[in-house]
C-alpha cells in the first residue's frame, strides 16, 4: 500500500488492532467496537499491510503480539485514553468534575471497589474512573490525577510517598490444611515440610520464596514455584482453591486471614522490600486530588500497615491548590 510518511495509519485500522490486542481476541473486539469479526479481522489486515509488517504471530486458533505491536499496542492505548479522558474534561458538565484515579488490580479488586461508594457519598460533586494496572509502567500521568500502585517508589519525575508498610506471609485454605494433614496447632511447622508442598507466588516482585526460605535458614535455596500469576488476586484464587500455600502481601489477606477463609501456615513475617505507593504528578494539586487523597487517608488511618499518613494528612491540608 503506497503512502506518504506523513499521513496517519487508518483511525478504523488502528482501533481495530489496539482492542484485539488489549482483549486477545477478534470476538471480544468485535463486541466492544460494535462491528462483525470479519470487520475487525479486515481491519487488522489493512494495518498490517499499511506498516508493512506482521502485528499478530497466528497459532490456531490464537493471537500472539510480536515484540513491535506489543510496543504500539502500550501508545495506542494510552492515545486512546487520553482522547477519551480530553473530551470529558472540555465538554463535561461544569457543576461535576471528572476524577480519574490509576491504581493497581489487584489493589482495586482487594480493597479500593468496596470503599469507593463512601467516597461517592461525601462527595458526590465528582464523577471517577478507576483505570487499573498491573505494575507501574513508567509511562506519565497524563489525563491522570494520580496513582496508587505497588512497588518500590522508583518512579522518576513523579511526587511519590509510600503508604503502606507490608509484610510477606506464607497462607493455605483449610481445606488444603486438611488434604495434607498439616498440624497448624504447632507452634512452628517445619521448614522443610513448606519445601515439599505445592506453592503459588506472585511474579514481578524482587523478593519471593528463595528470600523466605533463606531467612528460615536454608542457604542456596532455589525453589521453584508450582503456580505462578502476575497478580496477586490470581494467586490468592488459587490459594482458595486449594492449589497450595501462597506467600502473599499481608494487605490483600487481613480480610481473608480474619474470615478464617485463609489461615497462616508458618508465623514468620517477612518483611516486603515493596510498599503500596501514591504517585501523583509532580505540580500543584488539585481540589478534586486533595479531597480523595484526604478521604484515602481516612480509609487507612486504622490499618496496622499504614507508613506516615500522618504526615501526608498535614501535607495535603496545607497544599498550595492549583486554579
Not at 501508545?75 to 472540555?90: G, M, P
Amino acid at each position: 500500500m503506497q503512502r506518504s510518511k506523513k499521513n496517519m495509519p487508518p483511525l478504523n485500522a488502528l482501533k481495530a488492532f489496539e482492542a484485539t490486542a488489549r482483549l486477545q481476541s477478534l470476538t471480544k473486539a468485535a463486541e466492544e467496537l460494535h462491528v462483525t469479526q470479519g470487520a475487525v479481522s479486515q481491519q487488522v489486515k489493512i494495518l498490517e499491510e499499511y506498516l508493512g509488517l506482521p502485528l499478530f504471530i497466528r497459532k490456531s486458533r490464537k493471537l500472539i503480539l510480536t515484540d513491535l505491536a506489543r510496543s504500539y499496542l502500550t501508545v495506542l492505548t494510552e492515545a486512546f485514553s487520553k482522547i477519551q479522558s480530553s473530551t470529558q474534561d472540555l465538554f463535561e458538565t461544569p457543576h461535576r468534575s471528572f476524577l480519574q484515579v490509576r491504581c493497581g488490580t489487584s489493589f482495586a479488586q482487594r480493597w479500593l471497589i468496596g470503599k469507593i461508594p463512601d467516597f461517592s457519598v461525601k462527595h458526590p460533586e465528582y464523577r471517577m474512573r478507576l483505570q487499573t494496572i498491573i505494575w507501574h509502567d513508567a509511562l506519565s500521568l497524563d489525563g491522570i490525577d494520580l496513582e496508587i500502585c505497588h512497588g518500590y517508589g522508583e518512579y522518576a519525575g513523579l511526587s511519590v510517598q509510600r503508604i503502606l508498610k507490608e509484610n510477606w506471609v506464607a497462607v493455605a485454605s483449610p481445606d488444603f490444611i486438611a488434604k495434607y494433614d498439616i498440624d497448624i496447632t504447632s507452634k512452628d511447622i517445619k521448614v522443610d515440610r513448606l519445601l515439599q508442598l505445592p506453592l503459588i507466588s506472585t511474579v514481578g516482585y524482587r523478593e519471593g520464596w528463595n528470600e523466605w526460605f533463606g531467612q528460615m535458614g536454608i542457604e542456596d535455596s532455589q525453589v521453584q514455584s508450582t503456580f505462578e500469576s502476575d497478580n496477586s488476586t490470581m494467586a490468592i484464587d488459587m490459594t482458595l482453591s486449594g492449589m497450595g500455600v501462597h506467600l502473599g502481601l499481608d494487605s490483600y489477606l487481613k480480610d481473608l486471614l480474619s474470615s478464617g477463609e485463609l489461615i497462616k501456615i508458618h508465623p514468620y513475617q517477612m518483611p516486603a522490600e515493596c510498599g503500596l505507593f501514591l504517585v501523583l504528578p509532580n505540580q500543584e494539586i488539585h481540589p478534586k486530588t486533595k479531597d480523595f487523597c484526604l478521604w484515602l487517608f481516612e480509609q487507612l488511618s486504622n490499618h496496622p500497615n499504614r507508613d506516615n499518613l500522618e504526615w501526608l494528612v498535614v501535607t495535603f491540608m496545607t497544599s498550595k491548590l492549583a486554579v
